[in-house]
């Protein structure tokens, strides 16, 4: 992970090589990436999809 990012790790995340870390990019686009491979692939998003993406998980987790 780039050390001038603030990566931010998933809240649903337990210990181990399997979390979520997100970061904001330049020009306010969102960063996301795996612990088990911080320097490796890096994928970016708009906040709007991310949010969508959010919200659909979200909603989908609160009709199991």
């Known amino acids: 992970m780039p050390a001038h990012d603030h990566w931010q790790k998933s809240s649903h995340c337990a210990q181990g090589d399997s979390c ?10 969102i960063k ?11 994928l ?12 659909t998980l979200k909603e989908s987790h609160c009709q199991d």
């Open 32 to 42: 996301l990436t795996e612990s088990g491979d911080p320097a490796g692939v890096v």
């Open 20 to 29: 979520l870390h997100v970061a904001t990019g330049a020009g306010g686009g």
């Open 44 to 55: 970016r998003t708009t906040p709007g999809a991310w949010a969508a993406l959010v919200r």
